[in-house]
């Protein structure tokens, strides 16, 4: 699979050797992490942009962020690099357009951890990737991954419109969740994920588990649950054994493990389910992913629930995890999706 890339230049090669002024498109964390590559990779930005909308005369590290006319003024032509991630339909269209005026380009650093993605990182990693690549079980999930590894690569953009899909598509063919599920749901914020799987379930279950780490979104939960049959909330995060590790407590989806922060108990999913037989496992928890599919490997082993695992949180995930997978229980059948977002995140790991 990995010789598609060849003779491809990485994104951070391509920004280097453009010719042309390198505009940041956004603030904040994503933005402090590509310039942090560009200091390693010797790539000199030119400027800071932001939607009309949030341009107040702000500044970021050293630069005025300015409007796309005022930097088409300043500089006729550039490069964009994205640096920011967004779901919301009228959002990823206006980078369309913005993409229809200047070449966009989405530098790869990831959305946790420090290892970026480039020319190296295939090297070293060349036979875990091609090895996934073997296990996924359709046309379709080949091409997701082909698409995403070169997108992660290259920052090209239109490689994601290729390959998106609803989740109406992986839920109806792939999952196909009955009214009889016993749901774990890991990472549940507010409740979101458990509306989503009555959704899809008819709105009947036979028990709901979830765990969710972040004292604010678990009291969310709790209002939200509180009408609700057979369910049992823990603020808990997963993991792969019961232990205390330093969460960031961000609001909102963001809480995850940091080396600063709030000391927050963690626990393997087999040790709260008991035994019981799960049947559907969701997963959304923000970088510790491979970590709580090693703590739920009785349950795979035993029971093969469904699994609804995001793929994207470190780059290694797309293939550590399907491989892992298969590890733990190799009847396993693994499916790729990319679901609407620009860069490639909301890719996951549907397996039955």
Not at 78 to 93: E, G, N, R, W, Y
Not at 107 to 115: N, Y
Not at 291 to 307: S, V, Y
Request: negative net charge; hydrophobic residues 40%; contains cysteine.
């Amino acid at each position: 699979m990995l010789e598609l890339l060849e003779n491809t230049q990485s994104v951070w090669e391509r920004l280097k050797t453009c010719g042309k002024p390198v505009v940041l498109y956004g603030m904040g964390d994503g933005a402090d992490k590509v310039l942090a590559a560009f200091e390693k990779y010797g790539i000199e930005a030119s400027g800071v942009m932001a939607s009309d909308d949030f341009v107040r005369g702000q500044s970021f590290h050293g630069f005025r962020v300015k409007k796309l006319s005022e930097l088409e003024q300043e500089f006729g032509d550039f490069v964009i690099a994205l640096c920011f991630a967004s779901q919301l339909p009228d959002v990823m269209a206006h980078i369309k357009e913005v993409a229809q005026k200047h070449r966009t380009l989405v530098p790869s650093v990831p959305v946790f951890g420090d290892i970026l993605f480039d020319r190296g990182f295939i090297e070293k990693y060349r036979e875990g990737i091609e090895a996934a690549y073997d296990t996924l079980e359709d046309d379709l999930s080949r091409r997701v991954y082909e698409n995403v590894i070169k997108f992660y690569l290259t920052g090209e953009i239109g490689l994601l419109d290729e390959i998106t899909t609803d989740k109406d598509e992986a839920f109806g063919n792939i999952l196909r969740l009955g009214n009889n599920e016993l749901y774990v749901d890991l990472g549940a914020y507010n409740g979101d994920t458990i509306d989503e799987f009555l959704s899809y379930s008819g709105g009947s279950y036979r028990k709901i588990v979830a765990l969710e780490p972040n004292g604010k979104n678990f009291k969310k939960l709790s209002d939200h649950c509180m009408e609700m049959k057979n369910t049992e909330l823990w603020q808990l995060g997963a993991y792969s054994h019961n232990t205390i590790i330093t969460f960031n407590n961000k609001a909102g989806r963001n809480s995850a493990i940091s080396d600063e922060g709030v000391q927050t108990q963690v626990a393997a999913v087999d040790t709260i389910l008991c035994g019981a037989a799960a049947t559907y496992i969701k997963a959304d928890v923000e970088g510790a992913d491979f970590e709580t599919l090693i703590g739920a490997k009785n349950t795979l082993k035993n029971f093969k629930p469904k699994l609804n695992f995001s793929a994207y949180h470190r780059f290694e995930d797309i293939f550590r995890l399907p491989l892992l997978i298969k590890k733990l229980n190799p009847d396993y059948k693994i499916y790729l999706r990319h679901h609407p977002y620009i860069p490639a995140w909301d890719t996951n790991l549907y397996c039955v």
